[in-house]
């Protein structure tokens, strides 16, 4: 058997799980045998009826944690058993709290007793149900990876790349070029895999994308519709699409092809990410899309590209040729439930310090501001002057790349006629005196619409 270990999308608010890599279940042969508690906790596991919420807190259970929980104290378990113990739980993804830095810390202080398949698929699993909560025991993991990154086969390699991933740890140049190298000899399903964990990663570079860009056009005619999603999605990510690239991307997705509601969604955002405005294969993604309810995530993706149709110069032809073509689509579309956004009780929780400080300051000069305003019911505002339709956001990447969410947000803020000032949270209160009274002079002036 066989189960899917998603990579984590870090790059969209909120976060969405996505499946991305297969790896087997049960561990090859050792040179220790399974200890008999974990076989027998694992029994249990596998006994117990998906669902049953009652198991979890039944007298036998715990007992078997508890026992289990125990050689790991003793110090009698193997490193493989960890990986049999992770994989008893995959299927529920929910790891009991006793086991997760017992595991993390098992494996990352005896990884090289691994064989190389065992190390990948733990990594994975690790990945998935503890992720990177006990950063300190991952780096020992991922040098153990790299290490072993030049000899490992190419689906193991590409297993590497997807757990470190999605646990939120970066790749070293060694485990990167390993798969770069094998990059002509990898499936549809794992370049669609390996430009998803690149991307979320953060890694970019010509040297990467232009031979891997190369291999997608190649391959995109073959890939299935969640695999096109997960490379729209990287392209999205990145911010980029070359116009070879964009052009087989398109021609696959123009294909009448029956997709997931969800991964409709994300391939017709993305498109609006690297502005890609193709009426007919937006209305085909658009009409899947809405097939079925969505998740919070793709209900505001669709949203976006809403708002992308609506108010972007470079999409006005695509609405145009929509709206004439399927005018019942366009009105269903303009009419969706209000989705979630940029939640603005989340917004003035992660923010409102900053936001206080930077009022304050405002006032202090007599200017008077609005806070956490709202905009198409979407988009939150930090700081608004609605006069003069002049705002301020707070943005941890606003002096780097910004993930696709936060990019179009600045785009649709763009094109509604407002001026954005994007500002690293923090930035402001590291200023000295004079640095602040230069700080806020500059933003009276730009909230005037002076030079």
Known sequence: ???????????????????????????????????????????????????????????????????VRKQFEGGALHPADTVVLLSTFAASRRLPEEFDDACLELLSSRCSELTDLQLVHGALLLGNLVGSETDA??????????????????QLVVGALVALSQAGVGAGDTLVAAVLDRQTDLSAANLSRVALAISTMGISGP???????????????????????????????????????????????????AWEAEDAATSAWALCVVELYDAAVLANLLRA?????????????????????QYEDMAARARREMVAEDPKLWDALCRLEDPVGDDAEVEAMKFQSYVEELQGMME?????????????????????????????????????VQDPFARLKHRHLRAMGWQVQAIVPGEVGALDEDGRKEFVDGLLAASRGEE
């Not at 297969?22 to 009826?49: D, F, G, K």
């Not at 190649?218 to 116009?243: E, N, Y």
């Not at 919070?296 to 992308?308: I, K, M, R, Y």
Request: some cysteine; proline content about 6%.
């Open 137 to 154: 025991a991952w780096p020992a993991i991922a040098s153990e990876l790299e290490r072993r990154a030049p000899e490992m086969e190419s």
């Open 207 to 257: 040297g990467i994308w232009h031979p891997l860009n190369a291999r997608l056009a190649v391959a995109a005619q073959d890939m299935t519709t969640s695999q096109v999603s997960d490379v729209m999605m990287a392209l999205a990510t990145l911010g980029d699409c070359p116009l070879n690239l964009g052009v087989k991307l398109l021609s696959r997705l123009a294909k009448p092809d």
């Open 289 to 309: 899309a809405g097939a079925e309810a969505l998740g919070e995530a793709a209900s505001n993706q669709v949203q976006q590209v809403v708002l992308s149709l």
């Open 364 to 400: 202090g000069v007599g200017v008077s501001c609005e806070t956490f305003l709202r905009v198409e019911s979407f988009y939150t505002l930090h700081l608004a002057f609605p006069e003069t339709k002049w705002c301020v956001l707070f943005d941890a990447t606003a002096h780097s």
């Open 1 to 67: 058997g066989s189960r899917l270990f998603p990579v984590m999308r870090q790059a969209v608010r909120p976060l969405v799980a996505r499946r991305c890599f297969r790896a087997p279940v049960h561990t090859p042969a050792r040179r220790c045998a399974t200890r008999a508690e974990v076989r027998q906790l694992q029994q249990l596991v596998q006994q117990a009826s998906d669902g049953r919420e009652s198991f979890w807190a039944h007298p036998e259970f715990e007992s078997a944690v508890a026992t």
